[in-house]
């Protein structure tokens, strides 16, 4: 690990502000990502800020029905909380099905949203990868692709995000706010968050130069039969392969959104629409621009099944 400067910061203007101060700094809260990284050489910040101490780990009541998330809110308490496992048992399920208790309990729900691919690619520093050193290729394309993207690629990668939550708060239209180093505020709805790879795969949000996340606003209830399915190798602490959040309503319609499949959860309007027709008419939307190697096509079929198995969970239930 490259030797790095540490701070705390008071309050997210001044880490935000910090951060603007300090080319190449990162935030720090539960660090489960980050330090891995950095200890491999793969990231490799000049200077930590800790924002532990900021008044970000509380879930409050919206004036429009739904909750606000605060950034710092533990994976564990946001899984536990009574009102997300009454109003949003999708986002429970999913976190509780993305990491070990010791991992939730330290875990934050930015950091979750800001984890970075698990490409072996990515994680091996003595092969090309675009993600990690801009310009070098992209090995997993020509090399073992089995657990990688089959849609929304690019030449330059063909990673996937491995964040179980964020497929429940894509499937929830969750919005994410954060705070930049003028003092400024926005909001960034989920679906706008992640960028495609594109020929900038090492871009991987919209988030700005010292932009800083501070809560994660869901909706009113959508109501319906909220359920979560991911598929994996091993039946615990492992990404997904495939994972399906879905929200069936009384009448059939609903959302879903697919993980293991992209650079960012996998959900569109047209295949909710299709929701009424079956699983398969509802992959044959989402997948309609897929771009499979031969050693991740069986996604395609994988994906569809376990959406179907889902569905017919959400009907039996209902």
Partial sequence: MRAFTFERAATPAQAASSAMQHPGARFIA?????????KLEIETPSHLIDVNGLALDSIEPTAGGGLRIGALVRNTDLAADARIRRDYAVLTRALVAGASGQLRNQATTAGNLLQRTRCPYFYDVNQP???RQPGTGCAAREGFSRQHAVVGVS???IAT????????M???DAVIETVSPDGSQRAIPIAEFYCAPGDTPHIETVLQPGELIVAVTLPAPLGGTHIYRKVRDRASYAFALVSVAAVILPEGGGRVAVGGVAHQPWRSAAADAELPHG???????LFADARPTEANRYKLLLAQRTLASAIAEARSNA
């Fill in 30 to 38: 539960g660090g489960t990502n980050l330090l891995d990284l950095m």
């Fill in 129 to 131: 990868c675009n993600k």
């Fill in 155 to 157: 030449e330059a990668c």
């Fill in 161 to 168: 995000h491995p964040s179980d939550m964020a497929v429940a």
């Fill in 170 to 172: 894509r499937v929830l």
């Fill in 279 to 285: 699983a398969q008419a509802v992959c044959d939307v």
